[in-house]
């Protein structure tokens, strides 16, 4: 579910839901099940940010090379190339970033585009992930608590995790939305987090952009994972705050 939210005349978010294996990806529709037994997912937010409609470009352009790029990935997995998936995801998100430096250089209407990325790969007992910017990907392990997998990409995150900051002084804090990783918009420092976690059948995972956030706390959020789809995540993060745009996607394993 994506919202542009109550103030933003656009919607710079995209988000991604996509099987795939080493001859062809398939688009999923925004609720359904499906098996791994017909390869591997992917899902991904992305929030674009920039002039004009570039933010919007930037995050359809960083989904976009996601569907390029993975399948042969899965092709050097299958044929037992030892290449980590942590590898393939930094490779992935540093071709990411160098593709909108480039439309940067190139366009004017591109330059300083740029966009946030937290995407997930579920394969059979695992999920692999790749982050960077201040989207976020919560996990909520079957009987247990949920768990922010990844770290926001900006000094009050960093202030925070310090425990410097509570959650409350986080979301007011005057500059929560400076980054300091972002794909493009003239970033040369890229250090992406890279992570993997054991999933099994009942286990929990949300993928957001940062509007989702600044509309919910994290103790509704928990609560809203439990038992509550995207398309009512969003619409109550929009009704509680709605001053970005907002999207969400929600994944059980069965």
């Given at each position: 579910?994506?919202?542009?939210?109550?103030?933003?005349?656009?919607?710079?978010?995209?988000?991604?839901?996509?099987?795939?294996?080493?001859?062809?990806?398939?688009?999923?529709?925004?609720?359904?099940?499906?098996?791994?037994?017909?390869?591997?997912?992917?899902?991904?937010?992305?929030?674009?940010?920039?002039?004009?409609?570039?933010?919007?470009?930037?995050?359809?352009?960083?989904?976009?090379?996601?569907?390029?790029?993975?399948?042969?990935?899965?092709?050097?997995?299958?044929?037992?190339?030892?290449?980590?998936?942590?590898?393939?995801?930094?490779?992935?998100?540093?071709?990411?970033?160098?593709?909108?430096?480039?439309?940067?250089?190139?366009?004017?209407?591109?330059?300083?585009?740029?966009?946030?990325?937290?995407?997930?790969?579920?394969?059979?007992?695992?999920?692999?992930?790749?982050?960077?910017?201040?989207?976020?990907?919560?996990?909520?392990?079957?009987?247990?608590?949920?768990?922010?997998?990844?770290?926001?990409?900006?000094?009050?995150?960093?202030?925070?995790?310090?425990?410097?900051?509570?959650?409350?002084?986080?979301?007011?804090?005057?500059?929560?939305?400076?980054?300091?990783?972002?794909?493009?918009?003239?970033?040369?420092?890229?250090?992406?987090?890279?992570?993997?976690?054991?999933c099994e059948s009942g286990d929990r995972f949300l993928f957001c952009t940062d509007g989702v956030i600044d509309g919910i706390w994290d103790h509704a959020l928990a609560d809203m994972l439990a038992k509550d789809d995207a398309k009512a995540i969003v619409e109550h993060a929009v009704v509680e705050s709605g001053k970005d745009n907002s999207s969400a996607v929600v994944v059980e394993v069965e």
């Open positions: 579910m994506t919202h542009r939210g109550r103030v933003r005349q656009n919607n710079e978010d995209t988000f991604l839901a996509l099987n795939f294996d080493a001859h062809e990806i398939r688009y999923l529709g925004k609720v359904g099940e499906a098996t791994l037994d017909t390869g591997d997912f992917v899902f991904a937010v992305s929030d674009g940010m920039g002039g004009a409609k570039s933010g919007e470009f930037a995050s359809k352009i960083t989904v976009e090379k996601i569907t390029h790029l993975l399948p042969k990935s899965f092709k050097q997995s299958a044929q037992h190339i030892a290449v980590g998936h942590g590898d393939i995801l930094t490779e992935l998100v540093h071709r990411i970033h160098q593709e909108l430096l480039q439309l940067g250089r190139y366009y004017d209407e591109c330059r300083g585009m740029g966009a946030t990325l937290s995407l997930g790969w579920f394969m059979p007992g695992w999920m692999h992930f790749a982050h960077v910017g201040d989207s976020r990907i919560y996990w909520l392990p079957k009987g247990g608590k949920m768990k922010q997998l990844t770290d926001d990409h900006s000094h009050v995150g960093w202030l925070r995790r310090q425990g410097q900051l509570n959650e409350r002084q986080a979301r007011t804090h005057p500059r929560k939305s400076i980054l300091s990783q972002v794909l493009g918009a003239n970033s040369q420092y890229l250090e992406p987090q890279i992570g993997s976690v054991a």
